[in-house]
């Protein structure tokens, strides 16, 4: 094993072995953040039909051209950006290989990466694969981002910084002063924002804002998204990135010798889901959403759990120090086993786990009726 994953404790993902205990003990699985619910049918026909049309072989690696333009397009239309589709955009196997690609074309050994915590699952990880070393700042559900904390984290050796909003697993969606002031600080000290911006169309409260967007920032940022989360298709695997110009051409490289491509027919699917669906799809998705949110945040307040109400994202992260005095990772096996709910150990979306020892984040992708089930059982939790 490489030294450097051998030396970080390199362990599985907590998230997708808390799938597999869900799947063992027949329980809810609100761990892993998958919806239940279908797909659009105008992706899923024209799914089908790009097989039957023969689009079965390799497209072109850095994505089907179909696609790259439709996003293009639709990043003009949504934010006002201006997106070369043939110089800027790489289309990846889901925003994982996104995030992953993007920090092995752009980040070296010894470099520094900031990052905010608790984070997502991957990108500790991400960093160590890279050779980088991770800085982490606090971001916690409900409350402000502490800019000094962030400028303190920055240092000569800071390469880049990982954002993500509408962030998973806090919830929080960063607002502009927030973004201004990071910013600021990449074009302070010459840092890359790579930006995970896969829940861009969920949310609840404000607005999502590319960080893209602001002053000085197109040129020194990389803005990663997918299909996965907007048109609940997260097994087609099918992730986007766009960068500037000359970075592109690092991050296509390292892509292509690492997947060669992601699939053809899904890629098609996409752009013909892109190109047809209007508005009212993606407020609809956002509206569903939030009777969601707002079902599971109450189902966990009346059974004893405290918790923030997020403003993004489909993930409630819930204490339960007035349920349990276990610590996190065996209270999730419990009530997984013994209530039927799964959820994912707080600790695993921290760099020292004792800091989510009494946290376990649950997701709300799912149907009603099913979030309905989970609350029932979760109103039988006594004192543990
Ligand atoms: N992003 C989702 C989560 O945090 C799914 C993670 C995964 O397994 N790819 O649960």
């Known amino acids: 094993m490489k030294t450097a994953l051998r030396t970080h404790g390199f362990t599985e993902s907590v998230i997708r072995a808390m799938t597999r205990l869900a799947n063992e003990h027949g329980a809810i699985n609100l761990a892993q953040g998958f919806p239940n619910f279908s797909a659009p049918g105008v992706l899923k026909e024209a799914a089908a039909r790009a097989v039957c049309d023969d689009i079965n072989q390799y497209a072109i690696t850095w994505g089907a051209q179909r696609l790259r333009r439709a996003l293009a397009h639709k990043y003009a239309e949504w934010y006002g950006m201006e997106v070369d589709p043939e110089t800027q955009v790489t289309v990846t196997c889901g925003s ?37 070393k991770p800085v982490f700042v606090p ?58 911006e896969i829940y861009e169309h969920i949310y609840y409260e404000g607005e999502h804002i590319p960080i893209a967007t602001l ?28 960068s500037p110009a000359a970075v592109a051409g690092a991050i296509r490289k390292v892509h292509d010798f690492l997947t060669v491509g992601a699939p053809a027919p899904l890629q098609e699917a996409i752009a013909v889901g892109m190109e047809s669906l209007d508005r009212s799809y ?21 059974a004893g759990f405290s918790c923030q109400r997020p403003e993004g994202a489909y993930y409630i992260l819930a204490d339960f120090s007035d349920l349990s005095d276990l610590p996190d990772d065996e209270f999730a096996r419990w009530l997984t086993a013994e209530i039927g709910v799964a959820s994912v150990p707080g600790s695993s979306f921290y760099s020292r786990p004792e800091l989510g020892r009494k946290i376990i984040r649950f997701a709300f992708c799912k149907t009603e009726p099913m979030l309905e089930e989970a609350v029932r059982r979760l109103s039988a939790v006594k004192r543990v």
């Open 96 to 132: 994982t290989e996104a995030m992953a690609s993007v920090l092995l074309a752009m980040v070296d050994p010894g470099d520094e990466v900031v990052v905010f915590e608790p984070f997502y699952e991957n990108y500790g990880p991400d960093a160590i694969l890279c050779g980088a």
């Open 282 to 302: 993606y407020q609809t998705l956002a509206n569903e959403y939030r009777g969601r949110r707002d079902l599971l945040y109450q189902g966990l307040i009346d």
């Open 139 to 196: 971001l916690n559900p409900g409350e402000s981002l502490d800019l000094e904390g962030v400028a303190g984290a920055f240092s000569s050796r800071t390469r880049a910084i990982i954002i993500n909003t509408p962030n998973n697993p806090t919830g929080r969606v960063l607002s502009r002063p927030e973004l201004e002031g990071i910013a600021e600080l990449c074009r302070r000290h010459d840092v890359l924002a790579v930006t995970d």
């Open 215 to 242: 002053p000085g920032m197109a040129e020194r940022t990389v803005t990663i998204s997918g299909a996965s989360k907007t048109y609940s298709v997260t097994g087609w695997r099918v992730g986007t990135i766009v």
